[in-house]
């Protein structure tokens, strides 16, 4: 076994919001409105198993279908149920530019600790844009910001250079990395402060070992112990336990992330087959059937057994 033991001096520095960050769903009613006691529920589990922190009306928590006034309801609720036990992050991007201020705006004052935003998207516009748009959101309120690279989906992405560039800004304090590109990665670590958290869940360990902040995970609104495990083991020195906890959870991230359905389907498709609120998903998204969740099921029930 590989136990080697980390020492104040070669640590990797405290990250603004927490190792441990989980992408919430949003939990609707089966009549499909918001269900803040769901909510709720949720959030507390999410933290007593383990997460420190939660990210409101990401990708997974369905921002594009609820209003604005859902999300400012949603971080009041989550805050009223976890209190200053963990960090909230209020997902707030959008491709235009003075929604997305609007909703930062109102984050700030629904008590959120930080936000998230996403490249605009569709739209696709030039670097100078981007970098352009990142800085004022994070000129229109006092809360830190973290930049969302996720070019699968926007069509367009932050460049390293870019990020290079906005990391000077003192309210751009971190990424969410989903762009695949580890070298781009690397270049932005060695010459910035941003902590980076990946958002692809079969990546934890790996973005950790070269010296991210740790992770915002969709998985985990299933299994926050698990992802939990990894960096704790890894933290801790012992490498080869982090590489099996990486492996332990792969099935699962397998299941949910690569099964040709969004994550936000599949997530809560396993909550409501282990009980937990979650809801139906609002369309274009249409609710998993029993096959895909009774799947999801069994190879949870794998992991939690292991």
Same mark, same amino acid.
């Given at each position: 076994?590989?136990?080697? *033991? ?42 007593? /198993? ?6 409101? @009306? ?14 400012s309801a ?13 960090? #909230? ?33 569709? @739209?696709? *516009? ?24 996720? *070019?699968?989906?926007? /069509? ?15 309210? #751009? ?36 070992? #070269? ?43 397998e299941s949910?992330?690569?099964?040709g359905l ?45």
């Amino acid at each position: 076994m590989t136990h080697i *033991p980390r020492t104040t001096a070669t640590a990797t520095p405290a990250p603004p919001f927490g190792r441990a960050l989980c992408a919430m769903v949003t939990p609707f009613t089966e009549a499909g409105a918001l269900d803040l006691d769901g909510a709720a529920l949720l959030a507390d589990r999410l933290v007593r /198993g383990g997460c420190d922190g939660l990210v409101l @009306s990401g990708t997974t928590g369905e921002s594009p279908t609820t209003t604005d006034a859902e999300k400012s309801a949603l971080v009041r609720a989550v805050r009223e149920a976890v209190g200053s036990r963990v960090s #909230i992050l209020a997902g707030v991007g959008t491709a235009d530019t003075r929604h997305t201020v609007e909703l930062a705006q109102e984050a700030e004052k629904a008590g959120a600790d930080g936000l998230l935003a996403v490249t605009p998207y569709y @739209s696709r *516009p030039p670097q100078d844009a981007v970098e352009a748009h990142f800085r004022e959101v994070a000129d229109a309120t006092g809360l830190p910001l973290v930049l969302y690279d996720i *070019p699968g989906r926007t /069509g367009t992405r932050i460049e390293p250079d870019t990020l290079i560039r906005l990391a000077g800004h003192p309210r #751009i304090v971190a990424v969410k990395d989903c762009a695949y590109d580890l070298l781009g990665t690397q270049k932005v670590l060695a010459r910035t402060e941003l902590a980076y958290y990946t958002g692809c869940d079969e990546s934890v360990l790996a973005l950790r070992a #070269i010296g991210g902040a740790g992770y915002v995970s969709t998985v985990a609104n299933a299994a926050p112990g698990a992802f939990r495990a990894i960096l704790d083991a890894f933290d801790s020195g012992d490498t080869a336990e982090a590489a099996r906890r990486q492996r332990q959870v792969i099935p699962l991230v397998e299941s949910m992330m690569s099964a040709g359905l969004p994550g936000a389907v599949t997530a809560k498709a396993l909550l409501g087959r282990l009980g937990l609120p979650a809801g139906p998903v609002r369309a274009p998204l249409r609710s998993a059937g029993p096959e895909v969740a009774d799947g999801l099921l069994a190879v949870y029930e794998e992991l939690v057994a292991c």
